[in-house]
């Protein structure tokens, strides 16, 4: 079992930054690859970044890619998403997943992951 809980968001204006936390209680977190995915009202979850397990590969989403940043701190259990030159198309929730003892080192379907936290909102304002 692994539980996460993210934190970090709020309401930010266009062009401003946030750093979302992915807390992770139990002992496999060093062996999961990690996600953060997000959902906009009426809209499907879509991928946004993705780490391995050791921190050496991160993959990006095309819309995000040079303005986020994906980390992770195994020591801390925690993964973190830094986020830049904020957009209102970033407005969002934003999950925290994780894969435990992955085939890969990370995947863009949120169907791959098996656990996920309870999200937070990300508000940019125009």
């Known amino acids: 079992q692994v539980q996460l809980v993210e934190s970090g968001g709020g309401l930010v204006q266009a062009g401003g930054s946030l750093r979302l936390s992915c807390a992770a209680s139990?002992?496999?977190?060093?062996?999961?690859?990690m996600g953060w995915f997000r959902q906009a009202p009426g809209k499907e979850r879509e991928f946004v970044a993705a780490i391995s397990w050791t921190g050496a590969s991160t993959y990006y989403a095309d819309s995000v890619k040079g303005r986020f940043t994906i980390s992770r701190d195994n020591a801390k259990n925690t993964v973190y998403l830094q986020m830049n030159t904020l957009k209102p198309e970033d407005t969002a929730v934003y999950y925290c997943a994780a894969r435990h003892n992955p085939p890969a080192a990370y995947h863009t379907n949120w169907y791959w992951y098996d656990y996920w936290g309870q999200g937070t909102q990300v508000t940019v304002s125009s």
């Open positions: 139990g002992r496999t977190f060093s062996s999961c690859a």
